[in-house]
């Protein structure tokens, strides 16, 4: 189930038909799941368009509201503007595991890297599942469940505790994965914009759900787990929109997720290492320059930029909202449990219609 | 009156005295209201600390949200990690006017400034206050307005539509200064944190109060007046701290205000000019080196940083809920209107306790 | 005399037919010079455009080397990646003022501004010269002189001690304006890049003139000047293109000047504000959006940059090194003097042919 | 050989004892060197202390001049100023690689991580050795390589063709590893500054050796290799000092590195990318908080900083033009040649003392 099954609709917009990142069309997700006992990881590959991305690269910006994280690839995704491989999303000490298999993968792909063109740069975000649920220190993730989740790609997105988001805790429940997205209307074209996040942040007594102090509520109910102190956690936003942008706008867009973040409760804990990627699927760049030099593109006036503000905001904090009723209850390392956020919404007073 | 005499208590922590930013000793406000008619502006200045600041200067951070904004004195702050003049808020437009008066104070008080020593940084923070209220295009603060606010400190907070706030408007309603502040303990220390908000941002649909949705409350209400369509408004968030800070650390700081303001509802509109400063108290540092070229300091340790990053979101959350309830009904230009939520607030249906 | 009249050429490429920033079409430059005793500096205001600029603003973007610096205007320039007004620079602490002029300057021509529109950005950079020649305290810059300056632009480029560069000191020598420029293909287009650089950096010892220790060997000449034993000066760099490129691609280049500067010898000091703004008149962004809320655009291949990369730093290099031979030995506050490169340079020993 | 041994010295400062990065006590370097053939790539580690960094941690700064570079662990540097890990340099496409086997290296030596505290953030650096010697597509370095370097580390620093440098290209010429270092007094303390260069950046025509313009000579002699028409390289730039530095005073200092790099004559091409990470042994930092939460640390004064800049620019210069001499000519992939600057130098007209 979904928050909107729950009669929880954030914001005002309209909503896609999946509510979710593949109502981008072209955008595709596969995953794999590591959950026996003390292992509960994954890897989670998003495919941000369905051919060739190091030959059509994607115009793309990174945001970090607090870079304590171990993500690879942002340094030239910043510089560059561009995106030129798919997305992988896994635990943090598995980040250069899922590296070198990305790039094999894209080696793979395409012959001329490193022989009569330059490198690739994978894009690998992490967030860190060691804090509870998951052995991380076994480093479980190994290159051919990273081929898996790239490989496996459909263009439905998995939400919950799968893939990457197998072993992640949220708001002291279980975290995951969660996406939504959010439809809109520029002069006379139609364009979405999806979030998907991997959500592994915040302290129960934090959480609100659209406004509503539900962590208070549930630490009413919940007096039996040990808790978390400190934010351990992370969270990446990975925001898709198939509007024409440049990077510097969506710079800007990426900036506002912290907004829809941020209405779910959060203090941006020290120790949690919040990251967001923007990607449009329009104006894709060749990787080779043609012989004028010259590419041609269109771009949004900066006057129409505040629909996406919105859609940003509004999607990110459906998607987070979305991952915690998503979110099985999971048991992991040292006999852990992380209970889901759906096991506790019926118990609460009056929940909202 | 203030949203806790309203029954609206931000977060968990512990309040100051004040619950402004005077609860940081050494801090003075001054203001000077130009209310006349079309004329609704005004300047506030801050003295974060009660001897001569550019002698010995402040460790201090700037967080940009959102860059749509002409306020002066961030560059050198950002590089430096200092302040070292009295802070200056104003009108977009009388920033020019205010760097200048600002400068001449500090000629006047630092005979060394441009000649035997380096020059001067002043820091002036704007909102645009013309897209309502304000005759902005007459330039109406004048080098002996700056001059007045400077000069005319006192170690109460000014809140409401005064000063820099006279003719801002927020969430389609009165607009203008508000604070708040936190206090809390670090091994066998007592510390404050406290914020100031120059408020000018957001559409009515969108405010919130502690997570209510009293924007499209209002609004149901509120049929007769002009409504923005987009957000031109801005924000300014001045953090000021007596914990002893790298301005690394401050700047992390900042970088939560955001989601303070986030939680009141605003989407960030590309047209809102939203700025953090953040200043500590502790650790003053001298213009001129010692002998020794060492100096010396003592910092928290970073996992110390939640707590502060807490009292950053709850005191900027509150300062700007704190504006709303203080700031009056005001007339303007072109016979313009802005109501206060504090005349509202009694129409809606059931207000909280 | 410039550089190349010494036999010094700076670099591999073709210069254009003025070798300064006037080869870009639609460039002009106003000053006006304050000389008077100690009264020693002045204003320059640069259109980088023939026509209304708010209402057709050009790409642009800033690159901080040195944040030890007082310019304005930086900030939303980066965040939207443009520039609205003509740029004008002056002395440190005559910013508020250039500001305050530079802002009704542009009231006058725009009567929306403020009004039925939002505020506007202008832009002021600048370099302290209270350090040695000017009595900056004295504030001689007027609102009338910004005005002057930005009325009596014409379409060729002013250099040496006149203008915003009147008071400099470069390297111990007399600084102030310097303009270089570069002609390159891409593909069937032709294009120029331009450097004016306002320069007041620099140790004697350090000047290295196209390669050679020409401080040092001045030095020897040269025992009679008080020297300065810090850097306190700052260099402002400005790079106008007609090159059509992203504000991303503009901020890359910018980050190239100071190789260019690197290679005059500076240490970049701490006191020395080193600021670089790129400005393309290629691809005119309308303040107002089109109906359709987008706009084409056409942009380089980023494999293309590299000869941009090489006109900046090579414009750069060569423009300081103009500034230094065009700038004449003048004396100012306290009887200081400082000495023209000129009248040392055949004085050096076996001077380059 | 070393530049000094050619009679070439850079600068003004006075060298260190060994003119290397292990000037500064504590500091000890590895290297694995792969050469056989189309292999010819390699790891090297830099310890930047003598005991666990994980449990005290460096005070650290990054910049990145050009972010077209696939570096990993710049993200967590920067915003916590900290560095945790030794240093792994190694070929583009082995980040990945190495970030996993310095991962294991670190959970190794500390039991707790992921399990009683947080992560780690291993920092792998990198620069491209497949454009031109290196068959980079093979992934020839292995994990346990990467163990090698990082165990053999002495106190002592390779320079030349070896270890990570064993593949790269510089002007044209054999690139690798290179080092320099500064030593000054402030105050009463006397403290060393060392660079150490991965260098694989730069066209032939543009080398200086001190301002010499030995690139266009060579050009001269060297008519029959296959050229590089663009940069495709980078260059790591890394730089140690036992000087008491914030991370702020740090990361100006790297912005420092660049000067030196331009004075070796690189125009910064768009594919190559150019990253620093500073690095001060002085005020190790806690990996967990004392009670008190607070913790001493002495930093030096602002305006004692120019003598630092003065030695990364001064070091970092020597270290580029050290490794170009100390780097053997080398035959890899293609049987494509890289020639010593070694070689040519006895063959260039008069060359300097």
Redesign the interface.
């Known amino acids: 189930t979904r928050a909107r099954d729950r009669g929880i609709s954030v914001g005002?917009m309209e909503v896609g038909a999946t509510n979710s990142i593949c109502d981008i069309k072209g955008v595709s997700v596969g995953s794999i799941t590591l959950s026996d006992g003390a292992i509960q990881t994954g890897v989670t590959a998003i495919h941000v368009v369905d051919d060739n991305i190091f030959e059509h690269k994607c115009v793309a910006a990174g945001h970090?509201?607090?870079?304590?994280?171990?993500?690879?690839?942002?340094?030239?995704l910043?510089?560059?503007?561009?995106l030129e491989t798919p997305i992988v999303l896994t635990n943090?000490?598995?980040?250069?595991?899922?590296?070198?298999?990305?790039?094999?993968y894209m080696?793979d792909r395409n012959p001329a890297?490193?022989?009569t063109t330059?490198?690739?740069?994978?894009l690998v975000l992490e967030c860190?599942d060691?804090?509870y649920l998951n052995d991380?220190?076994g480093?479980h993730v190994k290159a051919g469940d990273v081929e898996t989740a790239l490989t496996s790609a459909q263009d439905s997105c998995p939400q919950g505790a799968i893939g990457a988001g197998t072993g992640m805790s949220c708001y002291g429940l279980k975290g995951g994965l969660g996406s939504a997205s959010r439809k809109f209307r520029?002069?006379?074209?139609s364009y979405h914009l999806g979030a998907l996040t991997l959500c592994n942040m915040g302290l129960l007594?934090d959480l609100?759900v659209d406004?509503?102090?539900v962590g208070r509520e549930i630490a009413e109910l919940k007096k039996h787990e040990a808790e978390q102190s400190?934010?351990?956690g992370s969270i990446i936003m990975l925001l898709i929109t198939d509007a024409?942008l440049?990077?510097?706008q969506l710079k800007?867009i990426c900036?506002?997720a912290?907004?829809?973040?941020?209405?779910t409760g959060?203090?941006?804990?020290?120790?949690s290492?919040d990251?967001v990627v923007g990607v449009s699927t329009a104006n894709r760049?060749?990787h080779?320059?043609?012989?004028?030099?010259?590419?041609?593109?269109?771009?949004?006036?900066?006057?129409?930029?505040?629909i996406l503000?919105?859609a940003a905001?509004e999607s990110t904090e459906e998607a987070i909202i979305n991952c915690l009723f998503a979110s099985k209850t999971t048991t992991g390392k040292h006999e852990r449990v992380r209970h889901s956020l759906a096991d506790y919404w019926p118990k609460l007073d009056q929940p909202q219609a």
């Open positions: 005002q970090v509201i607090n870079g304590f994280g171990k993500s690879a690839g942002l340094l030239q910043d510089e560059l503007g561009q943090t000490l598995s980040v250069g595991t899922a590296s070198d298999a990305l790039v094999r080696l890297i490193g022989e330059g490198s690739v740069n994978p860190n060691g804090a991380i220190r480093l520029i002069g006379d074209q007594d609100l406004g509503r102090k400190a934010e351990l024409p440049s990077s510097r800007r900036r506002r912290g907004a829809g973040l941020a209405r959060t203090q941006f804990g020290s120790g290492g990251i760049i060749p080779y320059s043609p012989e004028s030099g010259h590419q041609d593109c269109q771009i949004l006036h900066e006057d129409k930029l505040d503000f919105r905001i």
